[in-house]
């Protein structure tokens, strides 16, 4: 974000003559800022207020030019070469000569000790960073009509030692010098959370007409593929020995990118989904999720328990069991075994497919990790699964079908809490 919010409205901001009640003539600022950008935008802002403004590129620098200009104002960087803004403030308010002058800093108010160094510096406000040129302004006529106000010194109060976060302070501030800067401070988290509620609502918005879009691509994409489906089977039926082999090929290409869609589809479901985790029966999604694949022989023996999941967890099998199959070919066995684990459930997926490398097992579940062959993805499916698994509470890895034998197939294994 920029310093400045909205600048072709402070650009046309008319002069004013008199800025302030309680000066015979227009206030004096010397502003120090050590961009020379930042500086001159600052500058055209406050003179179109009607402010006399002069600049220094750095503490040192302001120092030099304080006899000379007698400004009404100092409004300091906090971060600049040579000399910074606290110590800047803090000499000022050092010396009886210029003491008297307000001093404003402008912060990223990033950490709560600012707001503590500030008052250390001697620091009469502060302003955050980024702001609006018009509440620079508001902050600065209420510096000066304070100091107009109370033209007679305050009477000295003894300084205030504390601690925080293991460092010890001492402020010398009186009463109302305090307070006004803890209300600067509340001010400003206030303006920095309406500005964090504006730029989530803007959020929310661009996140709801990005997914409109992918609902619209994502149904007319499926409409495609449903029809283009349609037309390849027949033509797998139909075709000669020497041309099926190709249909098939096409046939597998839009399935593939069929569950590509379905990938994106689960993943933006992930992102937003508010549903709770329910006890639901293990034995029903997989059953269910091993429907969707009649053409794979799946050995299944049936299980019992329930688990915590929610309506996404039919997604871990119908990825498991769509990967083993692709992979594994026409020839695919795929196996799924339900074993207890105290307050877990462990289940297996296994099959006779040409396994992962052992190198390839620690990372396999990584988002857009692909595998070796020509029949690897796009490297969605599993991150998918592990997401799945790890929202469940429960934790996933790879190891062989046959131990210590990686090229004789794949054993999926992954954790579910049950329900209580």
């Not at 000066?23 to 600022?29: A, H, L, Q, S, T």
């Given at each position: 974000m920029h310093l400045f919010q909205d600048m072709d409205g402070y650009l046309r901001s008319p002069p004013v003559s008199q800025p302030d009640e309680g000066?015979?003539?227009?206030?004096?600022?010397l502003v120090v800022e050590d961009s020379r950008t930042q500086a001159e935008m600052l500058k055209h802002t406050l003179e179109s207020h009607g402010y006399t403004v002069t600049l220094a590129?750095?503490?040192?620098?302001?120092?030099?030019?304080?006899?000379?200009?007698?400004p009404d104002v100092i409004i300091s960087d906090v971060v600049m070469p040579v000399m910074d803004g606290y110590e800047f403030c803090r000499t000022v308010k050092n010396d009886e000569?210029?003491?008297?002058?307000?001093?404003?800093?402008?912060?990223?108010?990033?950490?709560?000790?600012?707001?503590?160094?500030?008052?250390v510096s001697g620091a009469d406000n502060f302003i955050t960073k980024p702001y609006q040129g018009e509440y620079l302004v508001s902050r600065l006529k209420k510096v000066l009509s304070q100091k107009h106000a109370s033209a007679a010194p305050s009477p000295a109060e003894p300084p205030v030692d504390f601690q925080?976060?293991?460092?010890?302070?001492?402020i010398s501030h009186n009463r109302q010098q305090v307070i006004e800067l803890l209300l600067s401070a509340y001010e400003a988290a206030v303006?920095?959370?309406?500005?964090?509620?504006?730029a989530q609502k803007k959020l929310a918005d661009a996140n709801e007409e990005a997914n409109l879009y992918l609902d619209i691509i994502t149904h007319d994409i499926n409409n495609v593929n449903s029809g283009a489906m349609a037309l390849t089977e027949l033509l797998v039926r139909k075709s000669r020995d020497t041309e099926k082999a190709l249909a098939l090929r096409l046939e597998s290409s839009i399935s593939e990118s069929t569950v590509i869609i379905?990938?994106?589809?689960?993943?933006?479901?992930?992102?937003?989904?508010?549903?709770?985790?329910?006890?639901?029966?293990?034995?029903?999604?997989?059953?269910?999720?091993?429907?969707?694949?009649?053409?794979?022989?799946?050995r299944y023996p049936g299980t019992?328990?329930?688990?915590?999941?929610?309506?996404?967890?039919?997604?871990?099998?119908i990825n498991l069991i769509g990967n083993s199959a692709k992979f594994s070919g026409?020839?695919?066995?795929?196996?799924?075994?339900?074993?207890?684990?105290g307050e877990l459930v462990e289940v297996g997926v296994t099959d006779n497919g040409p396994g992962i490398p052992d190198d390839l097992k620690p990372v396999i579940f990584d988002r857009f990790r692909k595998g070796k062959t020509s029949k690897s993805g796009k490297g969605l499916g599993l991150f998918i699964v592990r997401s799945l698994i790890e929202s469940y509470g429960g934790r996933i890895w790879a190891a062989d079908a046959v131990p210590g034998k990686a090229e004789e197939g794949t054993a999926i294994h992954f954790t579910l809490r049950k329900a209580a």
């Open positions: 000066y015979e003539k227009p206030v004096k600022i590129e750095n503490g040192k620098a302001a120092l030099d030019l304080l006899a000379t200009i007698h000569r210029y003491r008297h002058i307000p001093v404003i800093l402008l912060t990223m108010l990033t950490d709560s000790k600012d707001v503590i160094y500030a008052m925080l976060s293991g460092k010890k302070f001492s303006l920095q959370h309406q500005e964090v509620l504006n379905s990938n994106v589809s689960t993943i933006r479901r992930l992102h937003e989904r508010r549903e709770a985790l329910k006890p639901m029966p293990l034995d029903e999604i997989i059953r269910d999720s091993i429907r969707q694949f009649p053409n794979t022989t799946t019992t328990a329930v688990v915590l999941a929610d309506s996404l967890a039919r997604q871990v099998f026409s020839g695919a066995v795929i196996d799924i075994a339900v074993q207890d684990a």
